[in-house]
């Protein structure tokens, strides 16, 4: 792509064909497209006349908030490179990003102390300033080249230190193109948004319906599934998009999954995590002519790269669905660990090439020549996670590489057990991990269910299904997910829990109440 990509105009739909349509709300304000692009236009002119350059850094520490997008919209206007943050992540780790990121003004939509050495907007001043001067209508859009960065999101690294994702805009604008081959916005959808800010599902949910004139409602409530389940009712959404944790939640009361409810849902996708059949299994029976998606992307390769459309449900299911075949522009690769192409069937390393593949990690080179390789003049990112095509060309995941332990010789799979868990009725989710004490690796298991003795049902059922060796060691039980910032299983503060309760009481069985595991009878 070697024509010049225009970000800044990201609303030109919704402006040019119905400007005072509303375009994004959440219950409380609600604004049209003519007025984020006046809160953009304002933005910007400020931006400018701060000195921010082209390809400077814009960090934000975002809110669930429907006056986000403008940041991103005004960054892209003057070719700035949007940078959103987990707004509640700790100071210190907000410190240290922005060390690094030396951004050249920090805006908070959130009650946070300013870091000392940057300029720092908060959230009164930011509306004041984008309320400020009616007179600015427009400001003329830069045009950047496609190997420029358009946002930074950062994700953790397995060294402990944060990794800062750049996408570019040549990343961008394919993905915009090739994933609504399969989501299908039109100016007509109704999105509905779950997805935090500094999450790359939010350009997926918020950014990408609003450039295609679509309406947007942002869901800032709490995350519980029947709050998130009446408003997604409320809304009369048309599209879904929810990590299966999420869409777990809110699947709760199967009697609400009806056409009544949902007279003008279209679409249901979930991903990120893997999702237990019988969830997908439940939309597609209440819903059949709903278009039922489970879809995969690291945020390596711009948000989505593949998906998978359930066109009837497997009630026997027990394995996860397949993450599908790869969008236009995304090239698979499954690999050995000496690099080599496997066959159909075999499992290897998933690597993804093609238009999406990330820039680099930001200021992280020997990360990014880690994770990044080229083969017959494509570049690929290595993804670290254990897939195969099974015999239809789908991409089948099995579970992550480093989530690959060995213990008295054996060679044990985390994915596998957990795929087990989630195969007994009534197990919303499954946490697998590895507790050590006195030198001994030992196995162990979170399971999130409504009632506790599913505990005993899941290992009862992994004794039919698993060798000894596999079979965990220490359980634990809850009735509530514990969710990390971006609205995903917390499966590291699970298993942190239940080891210190472990190695406190040297027991089996515990119960998880106030973030704490007790010790149970089996």
Known sequence: MNNPIVLGDLLAHGLSHNPDKIAIADGKVAYSFAQLENFANQLAVYLQAQGVQPQDKIAICAAKHCLMPVFAIAAWKIGAVYCPLDGQMPADRLTQILTRLQPAVVFSLVDNQPVAGHQWVEKAQFEQLINGNSDVTTVTNYQHQADETAYIIFTSGSTGTPKGVQITTENLADYFVAHNEVLQFTPDSRVFSLSPFHFDVSIEDTLLPLHLGAYV??????????????????????????????????????????????????????????????????????????????????????????????????????????????????????????????????????????????????????????????????????????????????????????????????????????????????????????????????????????????????????????????????????????????????????????????????????????????????
């Open 217 to 522: 409602f942002q869901f800032n409530k709490i995350h519980a599934g029947k709050i998130i389940c009446n408003n997604l009712i409320k809304q009369q959404a048309t599209h879904l998009i929810a990590v299966s944790t999420l869409l777990t939640m809110l699947s709760s009361d199967e009697t609400k999954i009806t056409r009544e409810n949902f007279p003008k849902l279209e679409m249901v996708m979930t991903g990120a995590e893997v999702c237990a059949p019988k969830v997908i299994n439940l939309w597609k029976n209440a819903l059949p002519e709903v278009r039922v998606i489970n879809a995969y992307g690291p945020t390596e390769v711009t948000i989505v790269c593949s998906c998978y459309t359930i066109e009837h449900a497997q009630t026997d299911r027990v394995e996860p669905y397949p993450i599908g075949k790869a969008l236009t522009g995304v090239e698979v690769m499954i690999v050995d660990e000496q690099g080599n192409q496997v066959a159909q069937g075999q499992s290897g390393e998933l690597c993804l090439g093609g238009s999406q593949v990330m820039k680099g990690y930001f200021g992280q080179p020997e990360q990014t020549d880690a994770r990044i390789f080229v083969h017959q003049g494509v570049r690929y990112y290595r993804s670290g996670d254990v897939c195969y095509v099974d015999e239809n060309d789908n991409i089948c995941f099995v579970g992550r590489n480093d989530n690959e332990v060995k213990i008295n010789g054996f060679r044990i799979h985390l994915g596998e057990i957990q795929q087990q868990c989630l195969a007994v009725q009534g197990v919303e989710r499954a946490t697998i991990g590895v507790v050590e004490h006195q030198d001994n690796k030992h196995i162990a298991a979170v399971i999130v269910a409504d009632q506790k003795d599913k505990l005993q049902q899941v290992e009862s059922h992994l004794q039919n299904q698993l060798p000894v060796y596999m079979r965990p060691i220490i359980w634990g039980y809850s009735d509530e997910v514990s969710l990390s910032a971006s609205g995903k299983t917390d499966d590291k503060a699970l298993i942190e829990q239940l080891s210190n309760a472990f190695v406190g009481s040297n027991q089996r069985y515990f119960v998880r109440q106030d973030a704490e595991f007790t010790h149970q009878n089996a």
